[in-house]
């Protein structure tokens, strides 16, 4: 079709009238758009962006172990050893020593009979319920799950149902909905919601999913490195690893690397190995990633506490600081025994995403990076910073981004307060 002409049929058409077109090309405009934004130094607790030094409050390098020296020096060992890239999926040549040994230390780490290493943490979960998952299945979902447990479920063929964010009571109606279906059922939750930081309510879904015989997965990409004494995730946290039947996690945070896990009986990740189309069908990571993976897991089972802790003081320190401001914060939730569940995330709440845009473009401007989190990410109206820390931020790193907010609030006068 010549370039620059249409007709109503043209697939192409969406390129040009999407409902975010408008809004996009506004902020580009403006040079307020929050996307693509250069970092241009390595993703510290303070770093290099378009010229500027920034600190960074929107990493999920939260125990900042991609500077950590063990880790580098694992890195550039695959490096050294199996060159830049396996050129092969997991399944035929792109297999190493280091993907056996990862594979045996997170089993060890996560106490499960076995783990499969994907290439993404997006592949760990679309591979894994697309191949556990098929039409007449029922998969339930939490509505603040991430997109590639949507995508993976969309992938199967199953009947999707959807449940209110961490409403148990909504959960069991679901459940009861497939039992009425005689439909065979997974329920998949985040450990720790992206978003919004807070922590799946974990017992009460065990006990729905037990009494409905349904299978449960937990989504622990920010929950790994984080939560528990192991910083094995929230699975830990609650003391209910050996209840949940799959726990999957990620490089892409505390691990400090890039691909994805899935934790299970050795029975299921036997079976992901053979069926599992996104492990089968795409290449194996490059070695660097393998290697930098395994080196933070390794300095994570050695120095873990006292990393997590450093991290979520962290984190209470900048939720203090924000309410002192006024801001209002998305609170954590309690354990049974009344203990805070702090994460790394700590989001704050805007409400309107443009107002969030330019909130977003002031603070950029003046030295602080957030991320911002609109519709469709969050529900409309619910647009945030979500903000997180790392463990490698010291207080002065943390104050000067308060005093920073501090400056930029004031020309936001409709910003929610407390
Ligand atoms: C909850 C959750 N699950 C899965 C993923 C996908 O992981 P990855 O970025 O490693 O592909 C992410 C990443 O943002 C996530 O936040």
Request: hydrophobic share 40%; glycine share 10%; net charge negative.
């Amino acid at each position: 079709m010549p370039e620059g002409t249409t007709t109503p049929l043209d697939v192409f058409e969406k390129v040009r009238k999407h409902e975010r077109a408008e809004q996009l090309a506004a902020a580009k405009e403006q040079d307020v758009l929050p996307y693509f934004r250069l970092l241009e130094s390595q993703a510290g607790p303070v770093v290099e962006m378009e010229g500027r030094e920034t600190v960074m409050l929107g990493s999920n390098n939260y125990l900042g172990l991609t500077a950590d020296k063990r880790v580098q020096q694992a890195a550039r060992d695959a490096l050294e050893r199996y060159g830049t890239g396996v050129t092969g999926s997991r399944l035929l040549n792109g297999t190493t020593p280091l993907h056996v040994e990862l594979e045996r230390e997170l089993a060890e780490w996560m106490q499960t009979e076995d783990t499969i290493v994907f290439t993404t943490g997006y592949q760990s979960n679309l591979g894994a319920i697309s191949a556990l998952l098929a039409p007449g299945d029922t998969i339930i979902c939490d509505s603040g799950d991430h997109a590639s447990i949507l995508d993976g479920c969309k992938l199967s063929g199953a009947r999707l149902r959807p449940f209110r964010h961490n409403r148990t009571d909504k959960l069991e109606s679901m459940l009861s909905r497939a039992a009425e279906d005689e439909s065979p059922t997974m329920v998949v939750v985040d450990g720790v919601f992206s978003m919004e930081g807070d922590v799946c309510d974990l017992p009460p879904i065990v006990e729905l999913c037990q009494s409905y015989g349904a299978r449960l997965m937990v989504d622990e990409a920010h929950g790994v490195g984080v939560l528990g004494e192991r910083g094995a995730g929230a699975c830990e946290l609650f003391g209910l690893e050996d209840q949940v039947d799959l726990r999957m996690g990620t490089f892409s945070k505390s691990l400090a690397s890039c691909g994805g896990f899935i934790a299970g009986s050795e029975e299921v990740i036997e079976y992901l190995r053979i069926s599992s189309r996104s492990f089968i069908f795409s290449a194996s990571a490059v070695p660097a990633a393998t290697g930098a993976a395994l080196g933070a897991l390794r300095v994570i089972r050695s120095d873990g506490p006292e990393l997590f802790a450093r991290l979520l003081d962290n984190a209470r320190y900048l939720r203090r600081g924000f309410r002192e401001l006024g801001l209002s914060v998305v609170e954590p939730g309690k354990l049974q025994d009344g203990t805070e569940t702090t994460t790394p995330v700590v989001p704050v709440i805007v409400g309107e995403d443009w107002q969030a845009v330019l909130l977003w473009s002031a603070l950029f401007e003046a030295g602080v990076y957030t991320n911002v989190a609109l519709h469709p990410a969050v529900p409309p109206g619910g647009a945030l910073l979500r903000t997180s820390l790392m463990a490698t931020h010291e207080k002065e790193h943390l104050d000067r981004a308060l005093e920073i907010f501090s400056e930029v609030i004031e020309r936001f006068p409709e910003l929610p307060r407390t």
